[in-house]
């Protein structure tokens, strides 16, 4: 019960945290509508590379353009939902640095909740819009069979894959508090995973795709998923029924970054400035 009530302490703390972000943010409306235009068409340079790259072949590994634009829309969303939420994670290695972590620390507030909610900005919404917008388009121009179960894993997806790279996020931080200068580290395996995924399994080594289903499980996030909607086969021949795991492995996930977190906070050590 104490448990759940820091939790829900917790939110409350990173709502009205990232509330006064955002209101700040506010303040001046033509940059933030500037910047938030300027995120929009950076992020989709990326997908232009791909229409670039099928202007000049007919398919990717035996994947069809708006195959291939799915797996792009369903990375690109989840990651955006993520970096919304949590994508200041990655500059707790110079809060530590400069000894501005401790304050956090002082705090009567969950420091995660602090970190996470540390300038929030709805710049980030560009991502979201850019990605859902060719995931709409994937929807529309791919032959999908669409059945009841797909219908209803469309969503599942792409909540569970936002969680699934938040765990990410949050795992990262705590490397962080170790290494204390590991943002390109986290941004390997966050804005690098997402990269990885906008393309098919098959044009990757066994090797690494294995890695990415059972070690640092982001295939999850739409490889796996996708080959169910796609009627695709499914990466490392898994069973069916692993189309639907996104939510435990999610769940997993956040468990084992929860775990993470406590024992990096545990560990800490102020740098004394």
Partial sequence: MAERGAVLEGLRAYRLIAGMWVRSGMTYR?????TLFGNLVMTGLDFVGILLMFSQVDSLAGWSLPEVAFLYGASVTSFGLAHLAAGSMPQLGSRIRDG???VLLVRPVSVL??????????RRLGRIAQGGAVLGWALVAADIDWTVSKALLLPLMLVSGAVIFVAVF???????????????VQNAFTYGGTTMLQYPPAVFGKDLVRGVTFVLP???????????????????????????????????????????????????RSVGS
């Fill in 30 to 34: 033509a940059s933030f509508v500037v």
């Fill in 100 to 102: 501005s972590f401790d």
């Fill in 113 to 122: 909740a602090q970190v996470g909610g540390d300038r929030f900005s709805l």
């Fill in 170 to 184: 949050v795992a990262g931080a705590a490397f962080q508090i170790y290494a204390q200068d590991a943002a390109e």
């Fill in 218 to 268: 982001l295939a999850f996030v739409n490889w796996v998923p996708a080959a169910h909607v796609l009627g695709r086969p499914y990466p490392l021949a898994l069973p069916g029924w692993a189309a639907f795991a996104s939510p435990l492995v999610a769940a997993g996930c956040c468990a084992l970054a929860g775990l993470a977190w406590r024992t990096g906070l545990r560990s800490y």
